[in-house]
Each structure stands twice: as C-alpha cells, then as structure tokens.
C-alpha cells in the first residue's frame, strides 16, 4: 500500500518537522526523494497540498503515480528563504530518511515562486545534499519584489529577513550575486520555467538567473499571471509531449533519472 498524507484545509499549517505531504511508494525506488517548496500564502500552500491534486496531469500526482517519494510543508514561501527555512528542509530529509529504502542523502528540490528563494540558498549552502532544482514561476529577484511591495509582500520579507524597509536584504538572499556563482561552480542541475504574462515574477528578473546560471529559461506560457494552481496544469506537459502547448516542462521523472545515481 501507498503511503500518502495530505492537509486540505487552511488551518493548522505545518511547522518544523511536521508534515503537509507525503507520498511514500510501498514499492523501492532506486533514486533520491523529491521535496516541493511552495510559494508565499495560503492559496500557494494548497498546490502541493489538495486532495484533488492527485490527478496525473500534477506535479503531486506525478510522483505519485511513478512511485517516487517526495515531501512538501512549511518550507518555501512562508519562510522568505530564510534560515528557518533552511530548518525546515532539514526537517523534510530526516522525515524522509526515517523510512527504510528511501536514501534522503540528496533531494531534489522544486521550488515555485518564492520557494525558488529558498531551493537556490540551500543548494548553494549544501551542495553535497541537492541533486537537482527545477523551479517554476521562480523568485529570482527577492530585493526588486521587496523594494516594490510586489504582491504586498515587503513588510513579511522585511520582518522574514530582519531588516527595516528602505534598508537593502542582507547579502546572503541575493540569487544572482550569491548563490547562482556557486550552483554553477558546483554544476547543480537547474531548470527555470516562467510565465511571460507575469507581473509579480518579472521575466526579465528570471531571465537575469538564468544568465547568471548559464542556463536557458524556459516559457511555459503567456497568460498565467503567477498563479500556483493554474500553472499546475502546465506539469501535464511532462506526462504528454502532444499537449498543445508543447513539451516546455519536458518530462520531469525523466529529469530526475538524469540526476539519480
């Protein structure tokens, strides 16, 4: 039997080492687990974390019917990327360690939208313990999004980061300058996929990480204006490479093949 735990509703949401989803396959699976870091706010919290998310055309719905064990929680947006999330993600591996067969030793790490944020800084700080990124609708610019109040975010980022607003964040949530420079000295697999119509995740700021990854962004469309939940729709892509909105997210448990031992 499968294990699966999922939270539906939008109370009591999950803290270190606790747990939003969990998909644990009864069969082995010869490679490292996947955790999902969730955007910023409650409707970003239930794409990774609804019951009806299970359908094959999601990214939950995915690894779960591939038999690939994967964990998400208070782990992406909520926290800014800030040190406690940093915990958090922590939390997930020994979560996942703790079933037998399953070898957390690396993750990989999907990280939508301000979950980016915090998939690049622990990536960067923890190179040994990440084999693979694949981030869509990626925060890539956390002091434009900041400085402009974007999406009314500044006073949590500010209050998530410790400083008072005009003040620039510290160094260390700085993609671009701080972190892209290390995941590409240490070749961490990254890939980017974004909305052209979005206007809280900036294309030219995406386009930006991607140059400073050495990598291609990849569009998946141009209507979506950041909206975790419709974008799911776009992991139907991986399943079905006739979509008519073509093979832009490609196939992910492909992806994660490449980057397992």
Same mark, same amino acid.
């Given at each position: 039997?499968?294990?699966?735990? %999922? ?22 699976? %010869?490679?490292?687990?996947? +955790? ?5 706010? #409650? ?7 609804? *019951? ?8 939950? &719905?995915? =690894? ?24 958090? +993600?922590?939390? @997930?591996?020994?979560?996942?360690? @703790? ?12 990280? +939508?939208?301000?979950?980016?944020? =915090? *998939? ?19 925060? #890539? ?10 999406? &009314? ?20 949530? %700085? ?11 240490? &070749?961490?697999?990254?890939? =980017? =996929? ?17 140059? *400073?990854?050495?990598? *291609?962004?990849?569009?998946? %469309? ?10 799911? #729709? ?28």
């Amino acid at each position: 039997m499968k294990t699966r735990v %999922d939270a539906t509703t939008k109370t009591g949401r999950i803290r270190v080492g606790e747990v939003d989803y969990l998909n644990m396959p009864a069969e082995p699976y %010869d490679g490292y687990p996947v +955790v999902l870091l969730h955007g910023a706010g #409650s409707t970003a919290r239930d794409a990774f974390a609804s *019951a009806s998310f299970y359908a094959h055309a999601t990214l939950p &719905g995915i =690894l779960y019917h591939h038999n690939i064990p994967s964990i998400s929680g208070w782990m992406g947006g909520d926290t800014m990327g800030n040190d406690l999330g940093m915990t958090c +993600v922590e939390s @997930a591996r020994t979560v996942l360690d @703790a079933f037998p067969g399953v070898d957390a030793s690396r993750v990989h790490l999907v990280g +939508v939208s301000m979950g980016n944020e =915090l *998939a690049m800084r622990y990536a960067s700080l923890n190179p040994t313990k990440v084999a693979s990124i694949m981030s869509v609708m990626p925060l #890539s610019d956390i002091n434009a999004v900041y400085q402009a109040n974007r999406a &009314g975010f500044r006073a949590t980022i500010a209050a998530a980061w410790g400083v008072t607003y005009p003040a620039a964040l510290p160094a260390q949530s %700085d993609l671009v300058n701080t972190h892209a420079p290390v995941l590409v000295a240490n &070749g961490t697999p990254v890939r =980017l =996929l974004y909305s052209s119509a979005d206007t809280t995740v900036l294309p030219a700021e995406v386009t930006t990480l991607a140059a *400073a990854l050495g990598i *291609a962004a990849e569009v998946v %469309d141009a209507v979506n204006n950041h909206d975790e939940l419709t974008m799911q #729709s776009a992991m139907n892509i991986a399943e079905n490479p006739t979509h008519p909105g073509g093979p832009f997210w490609g196939h992910y448990v492909h992806y994660l093949d490449q980057h397992n031992p």
